[in-house]
């Protein structure tokens, strides 16, 4: 129905930057909010950033200036621009979209599949 796919994650030492994008697919009327979670092992989910559709942001504390999240609604896609980035970066990163598949849905609820970013110290 609808599906989420995750790219751009991968190994970098710190301090370095890397751009994850999450392309957003299938029956969509309208997507409201696209937020990115990351949990790494051992350690329950966590929202990173979000964005809703008229461009208003929220950070964890723990990436503010370093994490830039942007959305370009043409293409139904997310972005997670990461910057500065720290061993304790590491986790798996999770897209999330609020989806309505028709004009009178409730927002429904869709994952990525995740991807590994991995900092190296």
């Known amino acids: 129905q609808v599906q989420l796919v995750e790219s751009g994650g991968g190994l970098v030492q710190a301090g370095g930057s890397l751009r994850l994008s999450c392309a957003v697919s299938?029956?969509?009327?309208?997507?409201?909010?696209l937020r990115w979670y990351r949990q790494a092992p051992g350690k329950q989910r966590e929202l990173v950033a979000g964005i809703i559709s008229g461009g208003n942001t929220n950070y964890a504390d723990s990436v503010k200036d370093r994490f830039t999240i942007s959305r370009d609604n043409a293409k139904n896609t997310v972005y997670l621009q990461m910057n500065s980035l720290k061993p304790e970066d590491t986790a798996v990163y999770y897209c999330?979209?609020?989806?309505?598949?028709?004009?009178?849905?409730?927002?429904?609820?869709?994952w990525g599949q995740g991807t590994q970013v991995t900092v190296s110290s």
């Open positions: 999330y979209a609020g989806v309505l598949v028709a004009y009178n849905d409730f927002a429904r609820q869709f």
């Open positions: 299938g029956r969509i009327f309208r997507i409201n909010a």
